[in-house]
Structures are given as structure tokens and as C-alpha cells.
């Protein structure tokens, strides 16, 4: 992809990698606290109430009786599924009143469009309406809403792109394709800039889940080209975390561990082409960084399901488990001690999160030629690097990934990732499971692959 080119990344920043300040060097995604997080109200459940069991007419009644309740914008956001459920217009002053400043104008439309596209997307997912109802939210053309809440064509768009809405990728092409600009704030720097910038981003992320790879190039350039340097550096980046869609019990989560890692694939594809990462980052810039200077670690059921893989396609484990023992030999000679297999579960356990301590750096025994051999079956955190997240704080890369997310990211400044904990859960879950019907004495086993490799006892 030529766009990459534009971006004048020179290297990957592993060969720096410290341990110690893991989090500070990747902390892109940190999460500040948020104000303005919403904690609903006791009035909002009472109106969410009465819009989920359809009472239109109270909740009518009780806002004529209270009209400032309107003032909640959650409250506003019920008010109009309230029209939109009973097929009623939209006032022309529904979401933007007259009488306020065009700076005010700006902020009402992209954040009152961004709580309508969400709140719809829950009522989708958790409420069952009566059929007429539950029609008439299905049948709703958000798009129609463009002329009061300019904002709705691009948050609408993306919650079809991302939610794979195909039956409305002819419109949502349409719509992007014939956007114009509509000057609702009164000539507000950059708001012109703004929406150019979101449909064509948009359309490059339209052009990538329909399969036209030279379009969504063409646009993606467009993009970097244009995209208002500001939202990087006014707004802080939001984390969205995309998970497996399955999850197994401690007893059948190792027979099941080769589904597991597809569904890890699956997902990943989905943030790759939501965030506009390249499908093949580190083959892209030849690069092997992370498998020469990071120790990813892997768990007992990581490392049991790899000895299965690899005598079922006759896989030459042993040469690995040389190349290890090589490793852990250096090691020794270096610290005097070798690479451990630690147990995280151990309260004040001052092993902890040091199952490589030195932050010594080697080649993955694993790597030949510059790639990985093991690719198949290769661990979670392997899987995970460039685009994904164990806390939901940061996002675990390198200047590779780093410089995409930068420069790809939406006028909201979210950050799509891959969200390891609930697999990392599940994992820890089933070593617990495996360690007690092997006998061991240790129950949360963690450990680098040399580590893994270079012992005979699991």
C-alpha cells in the first residue's frame, strides 16, 4: 500500500524496548479519566423505562410536564427514538435549537449523532419491541436526518461499515459519494475540513470491506493528506476493544484452543480494516524486530496446545528446544540464572511479571529465515502485537503500527484494538484446570518460549 510510504516510519522502536517502561512507551491509547462519561441519571432509567415498554404517551406527557428534562442530552436521545418509533417528524429544532452559538452548533451535531448511533445499536441488540415497533426501528433511514443533525451520514456510515449493515452499503456509497457540506455552524474553523476529511476516510474504510483495495488506497491517501492535525493533539485517543465471540470453560478450552485462535484472526481482520492498518504490517516493512527483541510469554495451555500442533504436522520441536537451551545458556553466563517458568497466581509473588527479569534480548527460536515457523500455532501475545490490548489503557506496538494508528484515526480519535483479556482469561482459567489434573504444584504457569522449550517437566 503506497500510503505507508507517506508516513516516513524509519524503524520499529523494538530494538529500545524496555520492560520497565513498557507502558510509558506504548501509551498512545492511555485512558484519562473521562468527564465526560456519562453516569445515567435516575431520570434517564425513568424514561428509558417507558421507551422500552412502548408507553409513548406518558413519556410525551411527562416532558410536556417538564420540558428541561430535554436539557439531558441522553434524555433528548429517547425523546427522538420516542418520534422515530411512532412515525412522527422531527421538529426542525430538535437537536440544535435556533438560538444557540455556532460553537455550541458543532458540538451538539457530531456528539448528539454519535449517542443517537449508539443508543440505536443497543436498542438493536438488548430490547425486543412489539413486531410493529421493532419495524419501524429496523425500517428507519438515520441518513433522512442529515438536514438537522449534519453529523448523523458519518456515525450512521460507520456503524454500517462496522457492523457489516450490507443491505445499506448501496445507500451509505451513495450518501458518502454525493455528501455536501452543510454550514451549520456559521462558518466554524475547519468544520468544511472536517467533514471532507471523515467522508473520505469513510470511504476508504467503505472501499476496504467491499474488497476494492486500489480504491480504499486511493482514498486512505486522500485522507492522511487532509485530516485535521488537531484531532490528535486536542482529543484523547478512546480505546474500542474488539473480543472473540466465544468463550469455553476451563475443561474444553484446550481441545478447543485451534477454534480460539481463528476467531483471534477473524477479529483481528475486523479492527484491521475498521482502523485502516495494513492486512500485513511487518511484511510490509521486512521487518522481524519483535521476534529478535521482545520475549512474549505464553501460558500452559498455549504451550501444550503448541507441542500437539507441532507432532501433528510433524514440526522438528527438537531443533527449537536446541536453539533454546543455546539461548538459556547465554542467559546463564550473562545473570548467573536462566530463564524461569514463574506462577503468577501467588499472592506478592516477587516473580511476578518477570518471566524475563534482565529484559534480555534474543531471536524467538521459533524465527527461520526471518519468519515465523510456527505461525499456525504461534502464542497470544505474538498474535496480538501491533494491534491489541491487555488492560484496555495501551495499546501494545511498535512505530510501525503506531504511526498507522496516528494517522488513520477518526475525528473522535478512537483506536480500535484487539482485546486480549477475555482469551487471556480463559487461558488462565484452563491452566488452573490442567495444573490440578496434572498434579502440579504450580496453577497459573507463565513463561517466554525459551523458557517453555528449554525444560522437560509439562
Known sequence: MDSLDSLKIEESGCADFNRDEFNDYYSVCIEEEKKYRHRYSKNFRKFAKLLIFEEFSDFENQILERPENLAE???????????????????????????????????????????????????????????????ALDDFDFFSLKEILPDITFYYSQYILEFKVTEKYDQLAHELLNFEYIDFCDGVENIEQRQEAERVRLLAFYYRVTGDKAKSEEYMMRYRKIMPSDITVDLSPEMRPKSNPSFFPATETLKNWGQV??????????????????????????????????????????????????EENDYPLEEARERAREIQAEHKTEFGEELKIIDKSIANNSEK?????????????????????????????????????????????CNFYLGQYTHNCSRDNE??????????????????????????DKVELKGTIVSWLSQNQY
Open 261 to 310: 485462535l481463528e476467531e483471534v484472526v477473524t477479529t483481528q481482520k475486523d479492527v484491521l480494516k475498521i482502523t485502516g492498518l495494513h492486512e500485513d504490517t511487518c511484511a510490509y516493512f521486512n521487518c522481524s524486530d519483535c521476534c529478535n527483541y521482545t520475549s512474549p510469554h505464553m501460558s500452559l495451555t498455549e504451550y501444550l496446545y503448541l507441542k500437539e500442533w507441532a
Open 415 to 440: 483506536r480500535y484494538v484487539y482485546d486480549l483479556r477475555p482469551v487471556q482469561l480463559m487461558a488462565t482459567e484452563s491452566d488452573r484446570y490442567l495444573s490440578k489434573v496434572r498434579g502440579l
Open 73 to 135: 442530552k441522553e434524555i433528548k436521545i429517547l425523546s427522538t427514538f420516542v418520534y422515530i418509533l411512532q412515525g412522527k417528524a422531527l421538529p426542525d429544532n430538535h437537536f440544535i435549537p435556533s438560538f444557540v452559538d455556532a460553537h455550541t452548533k458543532k458540538r451538539l451535531s457530531q456528539g448528539l449523532a454519535k449517542l443517537l448511533i449508539g443508543f440505536f445499536h443497543i436498542l438493536k441488540i438488548n430490547i425486543v419491541f412489539s413486531n410493529q415497533i421493532q419495524q
Open 353 to 397: 511479571g518477570k518471566e524475563n527479569p534482565h529484559g534480555f534480548k534474543y531471536s524467538c527460536p521459533f524465527l527461520v529465515d526471518k519468519r515465523c515457523s510456527i505461525y499456525e500455532a504461534r502464542p497470544l501475545l505474538c498474535r496480538g502485537f501491533g494491534l491489541s490490548s491487555d488492560d484496555n489503557l495501551a495499546v501494545k506496538t
